[in-house]
């Protein structure tokens, strides 16, 4: 049972991260396709735990902790840059 | 024991004149003079002995190694030419004392001088080749410093470096041929050598080993053609050429020459090779030295036209022609220091060396006109001095040898010639500077010179008068010693004596003197034949042709290295396409015998967003921000890769390296033009993208033949030891810490070293700062939008206890310093962000720079404590400890390694990114300060 479930779970999130992949690609504003790599970061947390969870081992969840924590960071980094072209001042 | 001191003396005497001061010139010369008299003592004291036939050895291990001893022996060769370098020597320091100015550094002279003396008393007395060898350099360098004593003088400089550049070749040369000699023997001790002569010249390396050898020594003794340098080495000092030129320097290529004689000489190779080199170079020389108009130039070319006597004499298939080269050595450094001597005091005294200016001196200086007179007529072989009987031993010599079959003639003919030529510019010598009318418009009044000065030409001259007189009685038993030395035999019966009777010899000696005065009456003709040849300057050419080759080696470096770094990867890749590409065609098939793992969508989707990112990055890299982006799936989709097939901390390395990397790339963008426009050309671009194709294809069909394969890895051993012998659970972090700890340190010095580069490059660099986005768009006002302060002020305290639990379990599972101080370093920039420079800097009061070098300093400490208990370095310790309230846990000093790591990563991290981050100046507009801008 468990197993369907995150078969399931698993393809939506991939498709999810091939058409989050995709507005990255087109864009077509710069915003956009920031939004669209940090969705990814997102969708890839969600692939990790559920993988961790198919595997059974939770070394996984530390992965997508990290992920979820220091991803965003990048994103963080890129919007700065658009606002004051300077990152840190 | 003593053997060694005759050359630690003199060694210990470079040091002495420098003790006292350039104004006390006579304590200097004497206390310079102490220690090389009390050397020359010990070989006196020696003396008896090794005439009777005793050879002298000491020695001690050096580099054993190399093979390399530091050993000495005193035979007969040693003992003629320590008797040679000493006593002249200290003439040489008395003389000197006299000849330079007020001006001149006198212990610094004194100092090259007995430098000098020094090695080449270790050239003479060295008892291994290696040890020879070093001495012969050290003589090729200190010489470079007596020649170029007068440093102001663009001459001397000059002349320094070509000396130093040819000598310094041909001992390279030598050292290779040493080594070939050593490699046939099995040994470098000089007795073994000497004694393996059917070994050596049985092997094939024989031909190379003597070729190597000669050249060496024909450099040194300024043979035909590499004589050229010994003209110029006259910008020296008088007494320096007098001491070079006369009795050391250039006859250390004789003396190899009679050292290896008894195992190289013998050959029909050797005989031909030193035979006519030396003819040629004794017949050339004298040529040009009796058309040479320098008092100094004159006597160089004589002493090169000298040296190819001898060199001949060693050459030739005759045992009593050794030892009247020998005889020679002895007989040419006497008159020729004198006469060196001489031209110093007529340079002093008139100011001039010219001998178109020079005349009639024989009445303003007569005692020094005697003498040089004596001198010359000796060098020209006049009978009742000693230049006249070895030129009679040698005139002899060379009607006995064999060379050259039918034309066996032209032997005696040609060293007629060369004596001829000899006695021609000995005779200009002293006829047009001594006599003649009373020169005019000398640059000094011509006058006898200090009595100091002239006495070491007054014993030099003597010396060869009582040799010409009754040579039986005062060099029998050193030529006798020297030659059982050079030939390992018994002297050959041999007469020495003035008078022979009448023979062939006598008349080629009278033919010589006679046609030397008669060419010397022709001599007008002479010069106006030579005129017609262009002048020649060896100088010149010896630069340009230096010159030359510094052009090409320039023009080749900036060919292959000329700053594109594109250029680099392009050697590069090339290089690694054809090794690994043709290390591919050998396979029989791509693929395996292993069985590839099952495909799901899942990896296929994940590949195909991996390429396609790539292709972005590559694509699209003319729109930096997006190609940025697309960089930043690539980091990601390889971090799951990671975390898909089972190596959760290379994936959580590589999330936290991405994180970094965008950061300072975004950092450098700012600074960077907007735009970027297009600099490549078509050709170029399908030029790298087939490279980049054909490498990118190598690489993958290597990586999937090496996967299809079963192979036995390294990794086996470190899975089974890493518990036992690093107590870790966690394979990677062991392997790190403790295994291959020795290069993690090295890492994390580098990692170190460059980030304290890069914060002094950037200390005070100001650089130019775009005030719109690429679209135009002015910069928002808003530094510090509050959302992001807020959101990232309470991530810190979660990310630093996330950090710190990293770091604690990292040596069992996953996790460990390296991860830990990148995690710690992104919240602390992530603060520098959401807050500024400014704000961060007065909450952290600490500096990055103290912070990573400790680390450094914690990891060199933990590697070197294991010394303490005896172990090598880096040896970890580890046990288990129980700990109230936690429990059972592992401590291992491989802890304290990675704490060293992870200070190390975030110090130099955060010095990085701040100080990139500070570059920019306080004035750029926004909220806080607008007030002041408008």
Redesign the interface.
């Known amino acids: 049972m468990i197993d369907t479930a995150l078969w399931i779970a698993l393809a939506l999130f991939c498709a999810a991260i091939v058409l989050n992949f995709y507005r990255a690609l087109v864009g077509p504003s710069l915003p956009d396709r920031v939004l669209a790599v940090d969705t990814m970061y997102m969708n890839s947390i969600a692939l990790i735990v559920l993988f961790g969870i198919w595997v059974n081992n939770k070394d996984y969840f530390e992965a997508a902790l990290l992920i979820a924590m220091l991803g965003f960071v990048s994103t963080i980094a890129i919007c700065k840059y658009l606002l004051r072209g300077d990152i840190i001042e | 024991m003593s053997l060694p001191l005759i050359v630690l003396l003199p060694l210990l005497g470079s040091l002495v004149p420098l003790l006292s001061s350039n104004r006390q010139r006579n304590l200097n010369a004497w206390s310079t003079a102490l220690l090389p008299a009390i050397a020359l003592g010990i070989v006196i004291a020696h003396a008896p002995g090794v005439v009777a036939g005793e050879v002298y050895h000491s020695s001690m291990s050096w580099v054993p190694q190399l093979g390399l001893d530091l050993a000495f022996r005193l035979d007969g060769l040693s003992l003629l030419f320590l008797l040679l370098i000493l006593g002249i020597g200290l003439l040489i320091i008395l003389y000197a004392r006299y000849y330079l100015a007020p001006e001149d550094s006198m212990p610094r002279f004194y100092a090259y001088l007995m430098l000098f003396m020094t090695s080449m008393i270790g050239i003479v007395m060295a008892d291994n080749l290696l040890l020879l060898w070093v001495f012969w350099e050290l003589t090729s360098l200190s010489s470079f410093l007596l020649i170029g004593y007068w440093y102001q003088q663009s001459e001397a400089r000059r002349g320094a470096r070509m000396a130093l550049a040819v000598t310094g070749m041909g001992g390279l040369a030598m050292l290779a041929g040493f080594l070939l000699i050593g490699h046939i023997v099995g040994t470098y001790d000089m007795q073994t050598v000497l004694d393996s002569r059917d070994l050596i010249q049985a092997d094939p390396r024989y031909l190379p080993a003597l070729l190597l050898v000669l050249l060496g020594a024909f450099t040194k003794s300024a043979q035909f053609p590499f004589h050229f340098w010994l003209p110029h080495a006259m910008a020296a000092p008088t007494p320096v050429s007098a001491f070079l030129h006369s009795a050391t320097m250039v006859k250390a290529g004789v003396f190899l020459l009679a050292r290896l004689h008894p195992a190289l000489a013998g050959s029909q190779l050797w005989l031909y090779i030193v035979t006519l080199t030396g003819l040629v170079t004794m017949i050339y020389a004298a040529y040009f030295a009796l058309l040479k108009y320098d008092l100094k130039g004159v006597l160089a070319f004589s002493t090169v036209s000298h040296l190819g006597l001898i060199t001949m004499l060693f050459g030739l298939d005759s045992k009593l022609a050794v030892v009247a080269g020998l005889f020679h050595i002895i007989n040419h450094a006497t008159f020729k220091a004198a006469l060196f001597m001489s031209s110093g005091i007529i340079d002093h005294e008139t100011g001039t060396r010219d001998i178109r200016k020079l005349s009639g001196l024989r009445r303003s200086m007569p005692m020094t006109a005697a003498l040089a007179g004596l001198a010359a007529a000796s060098m020209a072989g006049v009978p009742l001095l000693n230049g006249f009987i070895s030129k009679e031993m040698m005139l002899t010599e060379t009607l006995e040898s064999g060379l050259l079959g039918g034309l066996a003639w032209l032997i005696p003919v040609l060293a007629t010639l060369g004596s001829v030529l000899s006695v021609a510019y000995s005779l200009r010598l002293i006829r047009n500077v001594f006599f003649g009318p009373e020169a005019k418009e000398l640059p000094k009044t011509p006058h006898e010179a200090p009595f100091p000065m002239r006495l070491p030409m007054l014993i030099l001259v003597g010396l060869c008068i009582v040799i010409g007189l009754i040579p039986a009685v005062i060099v029998s038993g050193l030529l006798d010693a020297a030659a059982r030395a050079t030939i390992l035999a018994p002297r050959p019966e041999l007469q020495l004596s003035i008078w022979h009777g009448f023979n062939l010899p006598l008349l080629m000696s009278a033919i010589a003197l006679a046609g030397g005065v008669g060419i010397y009456t022709v001599r007008r003709n002479l010069f106006n034949f030579q005129r017609q040849f262009p002048q020649r300057n060896a100088l010149m050419i010896f630069e340009h042709s230096v010159r030359r080759l510094l052009q090409w080696t320039q023009v080749t470096i900036d060919r292959l290295e000329n700053g594109s770094l594109q250029r680099y990867m392009l050697w590069l890749i090339v290089a690694v396409l054809f090794l690994t590409g043709s290390g591919l065609l050998d396979l029989d098939q791509l693929q395996g015998s292993r069985q590839p793992q099952p495909l799901d969508?899942?990896l296929l989707?994940?590949a195909?967003?991996t390429i396609?990112?790539g292709l972005?990055t590559a694509i699209l890299h003319r729109r930096r921000?997006?190609s940025?982006?697309?960089l930043?799936?690539v980091g990601?989709m390889v971090?799951?890769a990671f975390?898909?097939f089972?190596a959760?901390d290379l994936?959580?390395t590589q999330?936290?390296v991405?994180?970094v990397t965008?950061?300072l790339l975004?950092?450098a963008?700012?600074f960077l033009p907007q735009r970027t426009p297009k600099e490549s050309s078509g050709a170029r671009v399908v030029r790298d993208v087939l490279l980049a194709a054909g490498f990118g294809g190598v690489v993958a069909s290597l990586n999937y033949a090496l996967l299809t394969r079963p192979m036995d890895s390294i990794s086996g051993f470190f899975l089974d030891n890493s518990v036992s012998g690093g107590g870790g659970h966690n394979v990677v972090n062991v392997i790190l810490v403790d295994f291959r700890g020795f290069d993690t340190l090295g890492e994390i010095t580098v990692l170190c070293i460059a980030a304290i580069g890069i914060y002094k490059l950037l200390n005070r660099l100001r650089l130019f700062?775009?005030s719109s986005?690429s679209e135009g768009r002015p910069?928002?006002r808003?530094?510090h939008?509050m959302l992001?302060a807020t959101v990232?002020q309470s991530?810190l305290p979660?990310?630093l206890l996330?950090s710190v639990f990293?770091f604690l379990r990292g040596h069992n599972?996953?996790g460990g310093g390296f991860i830990a101080g990148l995690?710690t370093a992104?919240a602390l920039?992530?603060l520098?962000?959401?807050r500024?420079?400014d704000w961060a800097q007065q909450r952290l009061s600490f500096q990055y720079q103290p912070i990573a070098v400790t680390g450094v300093a914690i990891a060199t400490l933990t590697g070197l404590g294991s010394w303490l208990f005896g172990h090598n370095f880096l040896t970890s310790a580890f046990g288990h400890f129980s700990i109230p309230y936690i429990g059972e846990i592992e401590l291992a000093t491989a802890m304290l390694f990675d704490l060293g790591v992870y200070l190390t990563v975030v110090g130099a991290t955060l010095m990085i990114?701040?100080n990139?981050?500070?570059l920019?100046t306080r004035h750029?507009p926004s909220k806080e300060n607008e007030k002041e801008t408008v």
């Open positions: 969508g899942l989707a994940g195909g967003i396609l990112a972005g921000l997006v940025l982006m697309m930043s799936v990601l971090s799951l975390a898909r089972s959760p994936a959580l999330l936290a991405e994180v965008v950061i975004m950092l963008l700012f700062m775009p986005d910069w928002s808003d530094l939008p992001l990232s991530l979660l990310a996330v990293i599972e996953p995690v992104v920039i992530l520098y962000i959401a500024g420079v990114l701040a990139l981050g500070k920019t750029r």
